[in-house]
């Protein structure tokens, strides 16, 4: 009889063992830590050669699924000088609050933006796009965005 009751035991203990083990099935979502690189480039870039008239472009394009706060930096530089050069950059965002921003690029510039926005629920997306056209020039004249960093704040 001790036998049989040793028996009936081992599945009872294996039994409560299992439902102690168990734990609530709720999961939680990985919270991206502040400071975390979303994103990075060297520089999208034009460089077109004096003595021509020419144009070019060149852009890139992100996304991320990340919600709340983010911050996004970059360096615009360019040597255009109109009437020998005319640029242009642009930056397109779903992002808030809505981004102002200088176009036209009609004298020398190297300026850093670093812009503060609220990710959109879902997908939220960059796009960097620079524009170039030279007239006769007599140098070479470029537009460039480097340094290109999206971080989570």
Known sequence: MKSRSRIILIPAFIMIAVFLSCSDDTTTN??????????????????????????GSDSTYFSVTETGSVKLEFTLQSNVDTPSALGRWDLYTNTTPVIPYFAAITEPRDEFFSLNQNAASGLTYFALAIKLNTFNSTIARYVRIINIRLTKL
């Open 30 to 55: 990985p919270v991206t830590p502040p400071g975390t690189v979303l994103y990075s480039a060297d520089s999208i870039s034009i460089w077109l050669p004096a003595g021509i008239v020419s144009y």
